[in-house]
Nanobody, 121 residues
Framework: QVQVVESGGGLVQAGGSLRVSCVASGSIFSINAMGWYRQAPGKQRELVATITSGGSTNYADAVKGRFTISRDNAKNTVYLQMNSLKPEDTAVYYC???????????????WGQGTQVTVSS
């Protein structure tokens, strides 16, 4: 079993900053990509940013230049630093971890429960 736990969400004014964190634990042999997705009320879940084990990053156009994703491989942790936040960034932010439990095991996707980020205008 793999557990994925997010933390760091909250309420912030527009223009402010917030950092969310996610740690994966449990039966993990190795982790490939880690990423953040978000889902606003009435909308589909969308990609925010991803980072590979080698550090390559990918961002949604809506957050480029404002958000930064990083990871600590030794701690199985991924971070999302969010600057210049806008009301439209309000959503539940979910962490995704692509990992496997053994050397020859299949890769699987694990999700956290999400953390609420609310940006007031």
């Amino acid at each position: 079993q793999v557990q994925v736990v997010e933390s760091g969400g909250g309420l912030v004014q527009a223009g402010g900053s917030l950092r969310v964190s996610c740690v994966a634990s449990g039966s993990i042999f190795s982790i490939n990509a880690m990423g953040w997705y978000r889902q606003a009320p009435g909308k589909q879940r969308e990609l925010v940013a991803t980072i590979t084990s080698g550090g390559s990053t990918n961002y949604a156009d809506a957050v480029k230049g404002r958000f930064t994703i990083s990871r600590d491989n030794a701690k199985n942790t991924v971070y999302l630093q969010m600057n210049s936040l806008k009301p439209e960034d309000t959503a539940v932010y979910y962490c995704n971890v692509r990992c496997r439990a053994s050397f020859m095991g299949p890769w699987g996707d694990c999700w956290g429960q999400g953390t609420q980020v609310t940006v007031s205008s």
